[in-house]
């Protein structure tokens, strides 16, 4: 066996160890188990955000009428995906904003308007995370 093929098998070998990990990573995240968290709601009005309240979020994203996506704690990365029951027809939403009082154990669901965000009131809700990003 020649010195190149020795080279091409060795690099064959970690490359395939390689995804073979980084597939076992993805798959040991997604059979986390479900958390309960406190999921409360908020909209665009000022009461809700006070001096940010200009429409764009914490990501940068420009909300669009009919929108649903999720306030999260900082340590929890822009684009990450949950499923939370009872909210945008339990598909999934992504994070795009954060919020003062979104502390661990806390998602805060967007809606366009103050009194569907009052209606949703709090809940302890089974959340699901189903990416990250």
Known sequence: MT????????????V???????????WQYEE?????????????CE?????????QTASGYWIQPGDRFVAAPKHIPFGTKFI?????????VEV???GGA?????LDVYFDDHQTAL???????VVRVIERR
């Open 84 to 92: 939370v029951p009872g909210y945008n027809n339990n598909q999934p």
């Open 119 to 125: 209606n949703w009131g709090v809940k302890y809700l």
């Open 16 to 26: 395939g160890l390689g995804i073979a990990l980084m597939l076992s990573l993805c």
């Open 102 to 106: 979104i502390t661990v154990n806390r």
């Open 32 to 44: 986390k188990p479900t958390r309960t968290i406190k999921v409360t709601a908020y909209c665009p």
């Open 3 to 14: 010195e190149q093929t020795k080279a091409a098998i060795s690099f064959s070998l970690i």
């Open 47 to 55: 009461k809700c955000c006070g001096k940010w309240a200009d429409g």
């Open 96 to 98: 795009k904003d954060r």
